[in-house]
Nanobody, 127 residues
């Protein structure tokens, strides 16, 4: 059974940084798609970063939403079965609950593609 557990959220001032982690137990990082989504109050959940892993885990490709490109970095540590999201130059609009998600067969920012979700971690950016 795959279980995703996020951590690393918190409160930070605008311009600051946070690093989110997602431990993916029961998930093989040799292939598939891992992503970070976020949901702000009153808004739909949106994808912000994803990583497509292939070749038995030997290569990967990353994608970012326009709203976070150049500020956020998604990465993974195979040995620790952990997905990360390094968030720099945080803005007020980055506030929300951040979720990690895993998809075995497809990849994108369409929520319906993902088979597994974590419980979320809250990020609050203040001025």
């Amino acid at each position: 059974q795959v279980q995703l557990v996020e951590s690393g959220g918190g409160s930070v001032q605008a311009g600051g940084s946070l690093r989110l982690s997602c431990v993916a137990s029961g998930w093989s990082n040799r292939g598939g798609c891992l992503a970070w989504f976020r949901q702000a109050p009153g808004k739909e959940r949106e994808g912000v970063a994803r990583i497509l892993i292939g070749g038995g885990g030997t290569y990967w490709t990353t994608y970012y939403s326009d709203s976070v490109k150049g500020r956020f970095t998604i990465s993974q540590d195979n040995a620790k079965n952990t997905l990360y999201l390094q968030m720099n130059s945080l803005k007020l609009e980055d506030t929300g609950t951040y979720y990690c998600a895993a998809a075995r067969w497809s990849c994108g920012f369409d929520r319906s593609l993902f088979d597994y979700w974590g419980q979320g971690t809250q990020v609050t950016v203040s001025s």
